[in-house]
């Protein structure tokens, strides 16, 4: 068996290969971990996306609570003090409906 | 020394090299222990910790009326669970669970369905469904082992008890148990679906991956106008506190097209708390209540009379008796009339008019007309749970059956009366009714209504209509008189069977009133119902007859219906010419 001496150029070569492993490494493994944390950050978005479209949708439902016409009507009539028209204080667009007594 | 020396080494290289084969050994066992044997446990254990295949809920269709205003739609919420730790008993389990009892409002019968789970060894045992997301994120903020939620969906009325019957109600788990949320079940409530949720070492999710699409239920549009509904609903309640009438329905439709604007019942129930306390609560007595009408039903026997051609207009009847006898039982006046002519038996609603013109119409011919308005059979209006009424067939007849031309010896519902009423007001056609106006934006892709069948002939039917004008104008129908509109309409009294005496009682009565208004060009067709109104006051005209005429009179203002102006009172202002310059 013969010991063959490294060459310095088989070394850097080899020193080389190894720095390149380790930058395709270190990468990868950034890569990955970016990847990771958007991926953190698009579910976190689509979690609050579909929360606020729940939140849109409940919105929309307490105010078709609030404007219900029973409770329209309660504070029109008890806080407002609104009362029904009486004949002939209804106008209709287009429509001659007859005024009590109008001049000659 | 040396020898020593390479003695001891030589012991404690070979100890070291067996100290590292039985190392080697024991994580070469290990592995293959880890590996081979108890790959696929481990496996799955992995894939548990690090991946959750997660059941996707639909989002439950939302219902609307035929404006666009929500009346149903479901909203998240969250149901906890307790899924126990094996190695506890089950009363240090118990003890977990009783710490949510005031956080929760978790009643006595709750703790014990829980406490029986428990015994049982359950895994899985719900503690309180559909709670505010809020409320349960308070609930997890206890940090209770075993505790969890699940997301679910919660179905929201807004307008509380507006259109209940109409509506209906779901269960639990969100399938549709009445109305419109049951006749539109697999409509409303799509399809689940499955999502692959990736997670980190510390449970965060990181990655969705849709395994299989939810596919929403689809929205759903009635006929119903959420005014008029209101308006019905109001004007109900008030006739109701003002009669002491057991119950009472309205219906409400655009005769021309069949669509339901309103179904109103009293008593009723919320939605949000479905199923409701009282049984009878959820009762929609508009379809699913039958009973003798009465008066009103003679509009088929009206009908009967000229379609046939057996009865002249100008046909006069001797009504000065009061009474007849048919099948060997009286049939008596509400009040002494004199001779009528035809239309005069429908103004003044006489029961012995109506029964000589029977007589002459005959049996069959009268049965025939009653199954061409499709009495006995349902009407098809898109609501579960439809009765048919009861019309026997005329082989059954008895010698008092005759008594169906004043509306006995029949069985009807509500909707079946109006949309006889209907067939006037649509100059002969009937047409089914309909509640629902489809699924697409706006209700344009809803479902086409059929082909409407011809019962009347156009000039029958606008005779009969103007009989019934009459009937309001002059007759047993005033209170129903509206200023500006011109209505047609027939009231109804019919007393109820006393079962217990196996007679009608005198005492006790169904009131009713059906119509249809402007009567030349109709908007809105109608009929109310009122169940044993009590006081002096207890016939169809005196307490169904203003119920018309009140809820008439909002809800074509509401439409912008305007009224026909007085001929005598309409004043036109002139201009005096002026001079061109």
Known sequence: ?104 | MRGLFSNGMRTRALALAMVLAVWFVAAFGRLVHLQILKHGRLKAEVLEQSQDDMEVLPKRGTIYDRNGKILARSLPASSVFFSPLKSESASAQMEQVVRLKDRLGLSEKDLSRIRTRLQKKDTFIWIKRKIDPEAAGRVMGLNIKGIFLQDENKRAYPLGTLAAHVLGGVGIDDNGLAGVELQYDRLLEGEKGRRLILRDARRRSYQFETLKEAVPGKDLYLTIDETVQYIAETELEKAIAACGADWGTVIISDPKTGEVLAIANRPVYDPNDYPPAVPGEGVNRAIQHTFEPGSTFKIVTAAAARELGKVGLGETYDCREGSISVGGSPVRDHKLQGILSFPEVFIESSNVGAIKIAQEIGERNLFQMIKAFRFGERTGIDLPGEEYGICRPLSSWRKSSLRIAIGYEISVTAVQLLGAMNVFAARGRLIRPSISLGTGVGGLSGPVNQEPLKVLSEGTASELAEIFKRVVEEGTGLPAKLEGFEIAGKTGTAQKLDEELGRYSSARHLASFVGFVPADDPVISMIIVLDEPKGLMQYGGQVAAPVFRDISARVLRYLRAAPKPKAETLVTAKMAKASRP
């Open chain 1, 1 to 104: 068996m013969v010991n063959r001496k490294t060459s310095p150029k088989e070394i850097a070569l080899g020193a080389a290969f190894l720095l390149l492993l380790l930058v395709i490494v270190t990468f990868y493994i950034l890569y990955q971990a970016e990847a990771i944390q958007l991926g953190y950050r698009v579910a976190g978005l689509e979690d609050r996306v579909t929360k606020l479209k729940e939140e849109i949708k409940k919105l929309e439902t307490k105010k078709a609570t609030l404007l219900s016409l029973r409770r329209v009507e309660r504070i029109a009539r008890e806080d407002l003090g609104l009362t029904d028209p009486k004949p002939g204080q209804v106008l209709y667009e287009g429509v001659d409906i007859p005024r009590e007594k109008e001049g000659p």
